[in-house]
């Protein structure tokens, strides 16, 4: 089965807006407002600094995307391009006008900072959960707006369960998403996850390497009393589906709950479109 790809550009995400001005016109820079959903946190400096030079080369080749705001405009697209223009010292930058209403404005920075420089796992990670928090979507309605797997997304946004100092380690490029869901996928608390992440970075580990000790880490943390083997596969597969700690605890009368742990509100909206989601494709 061939795999999808983000194939839609800007233009099919907006057919039914409204063109103030189908061609590219010079504007002003300071005359354009920043995107406040605009889901690039981190710059590569190096890059950046290349594109400025190549723009006082040979100017600003594709325009940036921008819609009418109070007396100027604000940005929808080319965040890097501008920031580069500016550093460049351009007074003016080609821009191509839109009527773009505020809900499609999240997801169209997505869009384009996905197609033309990649995010950093963690900033692709809040985009997505932004957008859904935003649209009020699921994961599914999502990922058929943006045209990705909806497995994609689902374990994109369960980065951001990540202690804050190991989502800085996936920010920065030092530890991947892989090892990063392979520590998610433990019983371990914020600090020994942390632990774990410096030490996959010293010594090297492959994800697999990282998966037998998340597997070991959660045996070992496992209550003194046995689980029954069906409950306790059943428990293994809820966490697995789930991506978080999962507890049975069976009671002397044969009836019991069911324990699933969650960090932050972020990550129990997570828990619970997952859920839902599930039911809704059992019919339930």
Known sequence: MKKKVLGRGLEALIPDTKPVESLPNEIDIDRIAPNPDQPRLVHDEARLEELAASIRENGILQPVLVRPFG????????????????????LKIPAVIRDVPDEKLMELALVENIQREPLNPIEEAQAYQHLMEATRETQEKISERLGKDRSTIANSVRLLKLPPAVKLLVAEGRLSPGHA???????????????????????????????????????????????????????????????????????????????????SPEDLMRIYAVLTEFTHSKGA
């Open 71 to 90: 007396k100027g405009y604000q940005l929808i697209a080319g965040e890097r391009r501008l920031s580069a223009a500016q550093r460049a010292g351009l």
């Open 181 to 263: 869901r392979a520590l998610l996928a433990s019983n371990a608390g914020p600090s020994e996850m942390t632990k774990a992440a410096e030490a996959i970075i010293e010594k090297g580990w492959s994800v697999r390497e990282t998966e037998r000790w998340a597997k070991s880490r959660s045996k070992a943390t496992r209550t003194p009393k046995s689980l029954d083997p069906n409950e306790a596969a059943a428990a293994d597969r809820l966490r697995l589906l789930l991506g978080t700690k999962v507890e049975i605890l069976t009671k002397s009368n044969n009836s019991g709950e069911i324990r699933i742990h969650y960090y």
